[in-house]
Each structure stands twice: as structure tokens, then as C-alpha cells.
């Protein structure tokens, strides 16, 4: 009595667990491409459900119906796990191969629920009751032996097409596939042994593979997101993406990528699930907290391209609370080229294309104060074209604006990448060079006026060109304390030359007494 109550409990325990993963598995139905494994669940609940009914039959007539009750279900767990297999895996299965599929055991559910008008299938059942626990001994026929024979090769044609499959997916997907396998492998032992082995070892161990089966597939569903079903789902959608995607859970350990994510950040390839997204190597963006990111990261391509991405979190919730992060990681290179060119238009003067004041004064004021650190050499050259007016007027703005175009030209080419060469105003231009001695300045000012003078135009059938004045300042320390003072200098430089008749280069430099600045025509 004591072990037949054990027994019974047993039985008890292994229909509340079926009933229980029967649950899970209809929460679980609003996966997409989750029918199969919902119908694997009903299966399973309908085959303990009748073992629980069998065991405390009191007539064979009752053990019998409990055992049509049990063939409701119990045949059908093998082909719906197999078809759940083939759609965890993503392998399209058609519609004959599926009918040929559950045409066993269909027959096998019509001869047990036909028995005894026919004994094709039991030849005899008898009802036993001496032993712990009343059951069913049917005599089988060949039939019977080749529908257990049946049962037990499409769960392992199952596992194998899983085994395959892990050879190239992630290793949440390995986990998963081991759990399946598991769960395929007990149903396998208890059918064997009903069919080949002694039936009263049968029929005791056959719920508790059941209970082990069932507990195992909630472990997988509740723990490791196997109804995510994920690959599926999960492949066609979240793996097609041309974003990343990464899962956190709200501790902020990682627990699942795709494809491009591993892409951009190939350790997240040798991740495993659990590990702290900030003890990952290359993922400083990351934050351990809820809300959206906006951190980003740059990529170098093999082409040597720079790619730029921007990260943004969703915090995922289910009755109110928060049970995972997904980061997408979104390309935003074209929008950051497009935002540089709004920053390069905002300090670019558009008809020259050469720095406006704006941009000349911020990097000037810069590139002033690393050379006043370490006392070193520069020069600032202010530019005007002489008689500009008179160009306007006799040939037209447009004529002055190609005027304006063939100068800045001849000034870029003239100023090396480290200089800083702008459109100060209207027709008149500015130059700051580092490391440049007041002499180096005077040459390149001479240089300049010469090429100017050499630039010709013509319009309307007139040839004709220019002259510019050039004013000149070199560094000096005891009286350049900030960038302006320089730019106030060689513009009184350039006032000097403009007064003394144009096309002159003037310098204007500090008097060792008084304070005074000396203004000298080159």
C-alpha cells in the first residue's frame, strides 16, 4: 500500500507538471510559429491525464477507455515534436510530407479507439491488478510493435536535425537544442520499455520520464526564451534586420545578439549568456540602467571607411514590470556626413569655399593659444582687393564674384593644410600661419601680391586684372595677449597700405619703447 501510494502520487505529480507546461506552452502561442510546440503540450497533458486514469481504474472496461484517452494523445507527441524541430530550425516542411507524417498514428488512435470490434492492433488486453498499481497488459501485434518501433525513430530523426543544426547557431540555440533532445530521450526510454521490456517497469517509469520531459521544456521555455521560437521568428525578422540588436536583461547582463550586431562587435560572438554587458570588451556605449541611450560608436570598415552608429534602448515590460532590455544599434553614418556638411556650410564661406569669419575667429583663437603656450612663430596676412568697386560697376557682380573665386583659389593653393586661410569680408581676405618668422611672412605676402597682379579677366571684350593690398603682423608675445590683437594689428597693417596707394604690403610691429606699433611698407 505504502509504494502504491507513492505511485499514485507520482502519477499525480507528472499530470500537475503536464498541465503546467500545457499552460506554458498556450502563453506561448502568440509566438509566431508556435502551434506545433502548443500541440506537443496538449499531447502531453492527454497522455498523462490517461495514465492518471488508467492507474486507478477499478474495471478493465474504465483501464480500457483510460488507455483511448492516453492514444488521444500519446501518439501524436513524436510527429508534432518533429514538426516543432523543423520549425525551430527553419526548414520548410510541405503538406504531403506532414499527412504522411501523422497517417500512423491517426490509424493507430482508430484501432485502439475500434478495440475490441477489431484486432489488428491489441490482439488481447488484460487487466492486472496484483501488482502496486492497477494497468492495462495489452498483446500487441506486429502492428503495435512497429507503431512503438515508429515512435521512437522520428523523436531521434528530431534530435538529429537539431544536432546538425548547432554546428553554425548561437549558443542559446545549442542550449535549447540540448534541452529538446533531453526531453525526447526520456519518452524514447518509457516506450521501449512498455513495448520491449517488462510492462510493470513500463508502466511506473513511464510518467516519471513524462514528469522529467515536461519540467525540462518549462525550464527551457521560462529560462532559457525558448519561446521566442524564436530562431523562426527570430531569424527571418530579427537576423534580416540591417540593424543590430542585442537582449539585456535588467541587470544589464547580455543575453542574446544577431548577426549584425555580431558583426559590428565581433565579441559578442564569444559571449555567453549572463556575462555583464559592461565587462565586454568594446562595448563601453553600454549603460546599467533603464530609459533609452543615446551613446554611439564608430566602426572601421575593411575599405577603411569609418562608419558611425547610434545605439537606443526600449525597456520591455509585462504586467507593469521591466524584464528586458533590446538595444538597436542603427547606422547613422549618412546622417553624421550630412551633419558635417551643414557644419563644414555654417564656417564655409559659399562662394569661395574658403573658411568665413566665423570659423576663422574659433580656430584662430585655438590655434593662437597653442602657439602663445609655447612661444612660438606665426604671422597673420589681412587682404584686400584694390578697387573692387570699380570691377562691379564696369563688368557686373557676376564678373566680381569670379573675381572673387579665381583669388581665393590662388590663395588656397599657396597656404599649406596647417594654415588658416578665410573670407574675412566682402573683398577682403585673412590669413594665420604658424610657425611663419615676420620675414617668411613678408615673402609669402611679395608672393602673393605678384601672383594677384598676374591673374587675368576678361569681359564684355575687355581684359583686365588686379591688385591687392596685403597687411602683415608677426607674433609677439609682449604685446599679442589674445588672437584679436593680432587681427587689430595687421588690419592697421593693410589700412597703412590701402592709404599709401594700394598694391603695397605693409608691417606693423611693436616699438621696443612706448607701446606703440610701427607701421613699415615692405
Same mark, same amino acid.
Given at each position: 500500500?505504502?509504494?502504491?501510494?507513492?505511485?499514485?502520487?507520482?502519477?499525480?505529480?507528472?499530470?500537475?507538471?503536464?498541465?503546467?507546461? %500545457?499552460?506554458?506552452?498556450?502563453?506561448?502561442?502568440?509566438?509566431?510559429?508556435?502551434?506545433?510546440?502548443?500541440?506537443?503540450?496538449?499531447?502531453?497533458?492527454?497522455?498523462?491525464?490517461?495514465?492518471?486514469?488508467?492507474?486507478?481504474?477499478?474495471?478493465?472496461?474504465?483501464?480500457?477507455?483510460?488507455?483511448?484517452?492516453?492514444?488521444?494523445?500519446?501518439?501524436?507527441?513524436?510527429?508534432?515534436?518533429?514538426?516543432?524541430?523543423?520549425?525551430?530550425?527553419?526548414?520548410?516542411?510541405?503538406?504531403?510530407?506532414?499527412?504522411?507524417?501523422?497517417?500512423?498514428?491517426?490509424?493507430?488512435?482508430?484501432?485502439?479507439?475500434?478495440?475490441?470490434?477489431?484486432?489488428?492492433?491489441?490482439?488481447?488486453?488484460?487487466?492486472?491488478?496484483?501488482?502496486?498499481?492497477?494497468?492495462?497488459?495489452?498483446?500487441?501485434?506486429?502492428?503495435?510493435?512497429?507503431?512503438?518501433?515508429?515512435?521512437?525513430?522520428?523523436?531521434?530523426?528530431?534530435?538529429?536535425?537539431?544536432?546538425?543544426?548547432?554546428?553554425?547557431?548561437?549558443?542559446?540555440?545549442?542550449?535549447?537544442?540540448?534541452?529538446?533532445?533531453?526531453?525526447?530521450?526520456?519518452?524514447? %526510454?518509457?516506450?521501449?520499455?512498455?513495448?520491449?521490456?517488462?510492462?510493470?517497469?513500463?508502466?511506473?517509469?513511464?510518467?516519471?520520464?513524462?514528469?522529467?520531459?515536461?519540467?525540462?521544456?518549462?525550464?527551457?521555455?521560462?529560462?532559457?526564451?525558448?519561446?521566442?521560437?524564436?530562431?523562426?521568428?527570430?531569424?527571418?525578422?530579427?537576423?534580416?534586420?540591417?540593424?543590430?540588436?542585442?537582449?539585456?536583461?535588467?541587470?544589464?547582463?547580455?543575453?542574446?545578439?544577431?548577426?549584425?550586431?555580431?558583426?559590428?562587435?565581433?565579441?559578442?560572438?564569444?559571449?555567453?549568456?549572463?556575462?555583464?554587458?559592461?565587462?565586454?570588451?568594446?562595448?563601453?556605449?553600454?549603460?546599467?540602467?533603464?530609459?533609452?541611450?543615446?551613446?554611439?560608436?564608430?566602426?572601421?570598415?575593411?575599405?577603411?571607411?569609418?562608419?558611425?552608429?547610434?545605439?537606443?534602448?526600449?525597456?520591455?515590460?509585462?504586467?507593469?514590470?521591466?524584464?528586458?532590455?533590446?538595444?538597436?544599434?542603427?547606422?547613422?553614418?549618412?546622417?553624421?556626413?550630412?551633419?558635417?556638411?551643414?557644419?563644414?556650410?555654417?564656417?564655409?564661406?559659399?562662394?569661395?569655399?574658403?573658411?568665413?569669419?566665423?570659423?576663422?575667429?574659433?580656430?584662430?583663437?585655438?590655434?593662437?593659444?597653442?602657439?602663445?603656450?609655447?612661444?612660438?612663430?606665426?604671422?597673420?596676412?589681412?587682404?584686400?582687393?584694390?578697387?573692387?568697386?570699380?570691377?562691379?560697376?564696369?563688368?557686373?557682380?557676376?564678373?566680381?564674384?569670379?573675381?572673387?573665386?579665381?583669388?581665393?583659389?590662388?590663395?588656397?593653393?599657396?597656404?599649406?593644410?596647417?594654415?588658416?586661410?578665410?573670407?574675412?569680408?566682402?573683398?577682403?581676405?585673412?590669413?594665420?600661419?604658424?610657425?611663419?618668422?615676420?620675414?617668411?611672412?613678408?615673402?609669402?605676402?611679395?608672393?602673393?601680391?605678384?601672383?594677384?597682379?598676374?591673374?587675368?579677366?576678361?569681359?564684355?571684350?575687355?581684359?583686365?586684372?588686379?591688385?591687392?593690398?596685403?597687411?602683415?603682423?608677426?607674433?609677439?608675445?609682449?604685446?599679442?595677449?589674445?588672437?584679436?590683437?593680432?587681427?587689430?594689428?595687421?588690419?592697421?597693417?593693410?589700412?597703412?597700405?590701402?592709404?599709401?596707394?594700394?598694391?603695397?604690403?605693409?608691417?606693423?610691429?611693436?616699438?621696443?619703447?612706448?607701446?606703440?606699433?610701427?607701421?613699415?611698407?615692405?
Amino acid at each position: 500500500m505504502y509504494h502504491s501510494n507513492i505511485l499514485l502520487y507520482l502519477y499525480i505529480f507528472s499530470t500537475a507538471i503536464a498541465l503546467l507546461t %500545457l499552460m506554458v506552452g498556450l502563453y506561448a502561442r502568440s509566438a509566431p510559429k508556435s502551434l506545433c510546440f502548443t500541440y506537443v503540450t496538449v499531447a502531453i497533458f492527454i497522455l498523462s491525464l490517461g495514465c492518471l486514469f488508467e492507474i486507478t481504474a477499478t474495471s478493465k472496461i474504465s483501464a480500457l477507455m483510460a488507455a483511448r484517452l492516453q492514444y488521444c494523445g500519446g501518439p501524436f507527441i513524436a510527429p508534432l515534436m518533429l514538426l516543432f524541430v523543423c520549425e525551430y530550425c527553419d526548414i520548410k516542411v510541405n503538406r504531403s510530407f506532414v499527412a504522411l507524417l501523422f497517417s500512423v498514428p491517426v490509424l493507430c488512435s482508430l484501432l485502439v479507439l475500434t478495440y475490441p470490434l477489431q484486432h489488428i492492433y491489441y490482439m488481447d488486453v488484460e487487466f492486472l491488478t496484483n501488482g502496486p498499481l492497477p494497468r492495462l497488459k495489452p498483446i500487441g501485434s506486429s502492428i503495435y510493435y512497429m507503431f512503438m518501433l515508429f515512435s521512437s525513430f522520428i523523436p531521434i530523426m528530431a534530435d538529429a536535425i537539431l544536432l546538425y543544426h548547432c554546428q553554425w547557431r548561437d549558443h542559446i540555440f545549442r542550449k535549447n537544442a540540448a534541452i529538446i533532445v533531453l526531453v525526447t530521450v526520456f519518452p524514447i %526510454l518509457g516506450t521501449l520499455l512498455l513495448a520491449f521490456g517488462r510492462n510493470d517497469i513500463g508502466v511506473i517509469m513511464y510518467p516519471i520520464f513524462l514528469s522529467l520531459s515536461s519540467l525540462l521544456l518549462c525550464y527551457s521555455i521560462l529560462q532559457l526564451g525558448l519561446y521566442r521560437i524564436a530562431p523562426l521568428a527570430r531569424e527571418q525578422i530579427i537576423e534580416t534586420m540591417s540593424n543590430g540588436f542585442i537582449l539585456a536583461d535588467m541587470q544589464g547582463s547580455f543575453f542574446d545578439a544577431n548577426s549584425e550586431a555580431k558583426r559590428l562587435l565581433p565579441q559578442l560572438a564569444l559571449t555567453s549568456a549572463g556575462t555583464r554587458m559592461d565587462d565586454i570588451e568594446g562595448v563601453t556605449w553600454f549603460r546599467d540602467r533603464t530609459g533609452a541611450s543615446r551613446n554611439g560608436f564608430s566602426v572601421a570598415e575593411p575599405d577603411g571607411a569609418i562608419k558611425y552608429y547610434r545605439i537606443s534602448e526600449t525597456v520591455i515590460k509585462q504586467a507593469d514590470k521591466s524584464i528586458c532590455r533590446c538595444l538597436l544599434i542603427y547606422d547613422e553614418t549618412e546622417t553624421k556626413q550630412l551633419l558635417d556638411e551643414v557644419c563644414l556650410m555654417a564656417g564655409q564661406d559659399a562662394l569661395t569655399g574658403l573658411c568665413n569669419q566665423g570659423a576663422f575667429f574659433r580656430n584662430g583663437r585655438r590655434l593662437f593659444n597653442q602657439i602663445a603656450k609655447n612661444n612660438g612663430d606665426a604671422c597673420v596676412l589681412m587682404i584686400d582687393l584694390d578697387f573692387f568697386k570699380d570691377v562691379n560697376d564696369a563688368y557686373g557682380h557676376l564678373v566680381g564674384d569670379e573675381v572673387l573665386q579665381a583669388l581665393a583659389e590662388m590663395l588656397s593653393t599657396r597656404f599649406r593644410s596647417t594654415d588658416l586661410v578665410a573670407r574675412y569680408g566682402g573683398e577682403e581676405f585673412s590669413a594665420f600661419v604658424p610657425s611663419l618668422s615676420e620675414r617668411g611672412g613678408l615673402d609669402l605676402a611679395k608672393n602673393l601680391r605678384e601672383r594677384a597682379a598676374k591673374l587675368a579677366f576678361s569681359s564684355q571684350g575687355s581684359v583686365f586684372s588686379i591688385t591687392v593690398s596685403i597687411g602683415v603682423t608677426a607674433f609677439d608675445s609682449g604685446r599679442h595677449e589674445v588672437f584679436e590683437a593680432m587681427l587689430k594689428d595687421a588690419d592697421a597693417a593693410l589700412y597703412a597700405a590701402k592709404k599709401a596707394g594700394k598694391n603695397a604690403i605693409y608691417v606693423a610691429r611693436a616699438v621696443p619703447k612706448g607701446g606703440r606699433v610701427l607701421l613699415e611698407r615692405a
